[in-house]
Structure formats: C-alpha cells, structure tokens
C-alpha cells in the first residue's frame, strides 16, 4: 500500500510559479513510474507529467517548456516545478504512483488569476 500526499498549491498570479510536492509512503517508490494529472472544473482528468524509475520525462504538450516533473528517490518524493502559469492552468493536480498497482494522491488545488 502507498500513500500519497500532495502539497505546495495555491492562488498565484498569471506569469508566476508554483511548485508542488507529492511525498510517498512504501520502501519501492524508486521503482514507481510517478505521473502529475490534473483536472478542471467540467473537464477529464489529463496527465500532465511523468517521470519513470529511470528518470526519463515526458510532458504535456500544453506545459513543455514551463512545467519540469522531478523525483528524489532518497526522499520519496516528486515536484512538479510550474513557472510562467496560465489562467487556463488552474485545476486540481493530482500525483499517481504505478508500477505493479496504482495510488492516487487526495490533489492540490491551483488557481491562476489576477
């Protein structure tokens, strides 16, 4: 069993950043391939970012280039690094933790306006 617990969100202005944590209970998190999803108000649940066990990283189409997923394996972590934030940025984000099962983490709210 794994929990996942989200943290680091909040209101911030257009062209500010935020970063966001997600710490992970369970001796293995080294092999988890670890996701950031996020989900808008009337919208599907989109990924946004992952990072394998190896490090790999792959992004959104929509955040390449101003979101960097990270992972520090000694600390069970993950970060998602947000800078040059939009409003249409603004949802719940999510942490995902896969590799034999999947976990989900509560989410973290992030809203982008002025």
């Known amino acids: 069993q794994v929990q996942l617990v989200e943290s680091g969100g909040g209101l911030v202005q257009p062209g500010g950043s935020l970063r966001l944590s997600c710490a992970a209970s369970?001796?293995?998190?080294?092999?988890?391939?670890m996701d950031w999803y996020r989900q808008a108000p009337g919208k599907e649940r989109e990924l946004v970012a992952t990072?394998?066990?190896?490090?790999?990283?792959r992004y959104a189409d929509s955040v390449k280039g101003r979101f960097t997923i990270s992972r520090d394996n000694a600390k069970s972590t993950v970060d998602l690094q947000m800078n040059s934030l939009k409003p249409e940025d603004t949802a719940v984000y999510y942490c995902k933790a896969r590799f034999v099962n999947v976990y989900w983490g509560q989410g973290t709210q992030v809203t982008v306006s002025s």
């Open positions: 990072i394998t066990s190896s490090g790999i990283t």
């Open positions: 369970g001796s293995i998190f080294s092999r988890y391939f």
